[in-house]
């Protein structure tokens, strides 16, 4: 088994990634979309979930003899050889920050306590089973996933077509039932069957308990809608998911869901160990998590339109013409800020950024704007002044105004362990969100 590990947002020589080389050959210049359409499992769910994320984005793109890659972390696998993608903070002891992020937007526990003597493919597939209650959700708040199944009824309110055959078997002599058949447009069906099984799977885990225990409301209401259950169906259930993918145009989120279900009910982890001969594994997007994470921390001072959920949209122009989703806009009326976070480094913030927020500035009649990344070094601010006049004319100067800020949260990059890591992250949070306040005070 080759493994490999490399960072975010970093090049990485030719001859580090040659022990991998066939996972590279499978997703260097490729899309992140058509990777998806592969069975790669990539969050959030969806490309437009992700203003980021934008469908063109590469896992490695060649760069001058070597590669680079963006902000996408997570596991490849494909036959016997794995990928690690760490974020650019992460330590020999472990990637913490990504463990951390997970954590506080996923609610996913924390691997490194479960499985830090674990090989990379039990891991793996820990990952999978402990994004199954944020999937489910995902899926429900879309509704209950409905189809039409082929129901036999035996009795005399006959509503469907009558069952020659079936009713001479078993209604003779004649007792009053007609056998009949009914196309029904119902809740349990194969995909909320595979749901409930895998739910039942996950009860048996020895983290299973407390992972439901998360989402009671959903798993409630996933047996309620599944009266057929039948254990001894599982495998029947499964072999039928495999041949029927979601491909519904309003119930998106149950393809990922089903994706994992498959997974964690084949019990894949020989997948992992480079039984499975095809590309497989999960990334996560660091900019959406950084964003999520950062509405964590901030977001009792700014709202956070959402381009996922399609909540707080704004627009450019009258009419509803030009959708714009900012990442964060303070709850102040009289003095709005407009913050932006961006997860790459602060070097890789440049012209379109900065044309973006301030476009977003002068939308809202803000005289402020920031941006928020993650930082190695202590947490900092830099304040840039816009400036007036041309070259042309000699009277360029600064505009006291008009202010773009970049604030950084510092990353501890030194901890021997989780519980260390978040023993050092917390007053790296609070120096963050004091550094927030200076700045409105400031302005």
């Known amino acids: 088994m080759s493994t490999v590990s490399i960072k975010d947002n970093s090049r990485i020589e030719a001859t580090t990634l040659a022990p991998v080389k066939d996972i590279v ?41 070597g590669y680079r890659s963006g902000n996408l972390m997570g596991y490849l696998g494909y036959q016997d050889e794995q990928l690690v993608i760490d974020s650019r903070f992460a330590s020999s002891a472990g990637d913490f920050f990504l463990q951390y992020m997970m954590y506080r937007v996923l609610n996913i526990p924390n691997l490194s306590s479960l499985s830090i003597q674990s090989d990379l493919s039990t891991r793996l597939f820990q990952f999978h089973v402990f994004m199954f209650p944020y999937c489910l959700r995902g899926a429900l708040r879309q509704g209950i996933y409905r189809t039409y199944i082929q129901h036999k009824y035996n009795d005399s309110h006959i509503r469907g077509r009558i069952d020659i055959p079936r009713h001479i078997t078993t209604n003779i002599p004649f007792t009053g039932n007609i056998a009949y058949d009914v196309r029904e447009l119902t809740a349990d069906n194969p ?65 990922m869901l089903q994706q994992l279900c498959i997974i964690i009910l084949s019990n894949q982890r020989h997948a992992f160990n480079g039984q499975e001969n095809r590309l ?9 998590l950084w964003e999520e994470y950062v509405d964590s921390l901030i977001g009792d001072s700014f709202f956070h339109p959402r381009n996922k959920l399609k909540e707080g949209k ?11 989703y900012p990442d964060f806009i303070s709850r102040s009326k009289q003095h709005p800020i407009i913050a ?31 941006f928020l990344y993650p930082d190695a070094k202590q947490t900092s601010r830099k304040e840039l002044h816009m400036l007036q006049g041309t070259t042309f004319h000699g009277n360029v100067k600064a505009r006291k105004d008009i202010i773009v800020a970049k604030l950084g949260l510092s990353i501890p990059d030194t901890a021997v362990d989780y519980a260390d890591f978040i023993s050092r992250m917390s007053p790296c949070e609070k120096a963050f969100r004091t550094g927030l306040l200076n700045t409105f005070n400031t302005y």
């Open 25 to 65: 050959a499978a997703v260097s210049d490729r899309s992140i979309a058509r990777l998806s359409q592969e069975g790669l499992l990539v969050f959030p769910q969806s490309i437009q979930d992700s203003p980021d994320l934008d469908e063109c984005q590469m896992v490695l793109e060649k760069d001058s003899g």
């Open 191 to 255: 995909l909320t069957q595979l749901i409930r099984h895998t739910m039942e799977y996950i009860a048996l885990q020895p983290y299973g308990s407390t992972l439901l225990g998360n989402i009671r409301k959903e798993v409630r209401y996933i047996i309620e809608c599944t009266p057929s259950y039948r254990r001894a169906n599982r495998s029947t259930v499964l072999e039928y998911n495999l041949r029927h993918p979601v491909n519904h145009a309003y119930f998106t989120q149950y393809r």
């Open 280 to 288: 497989h594994g999960i990334l996560f997007d660091g900019s959406w």
């Open 314 to 324: 704004q627009h450019l122009f009258e009419g509803g013409t030009g959708p714009i």
């Open 340 to 370: 932006d976070a961006k997860y790459k480094p602060i070097s890789n913030i440049h012209k379109e950024d900065y044309w973006q927020i301030l476009a977003y500035m002068y939308r809202f009649d803000s005289k402020l704007g920031i």
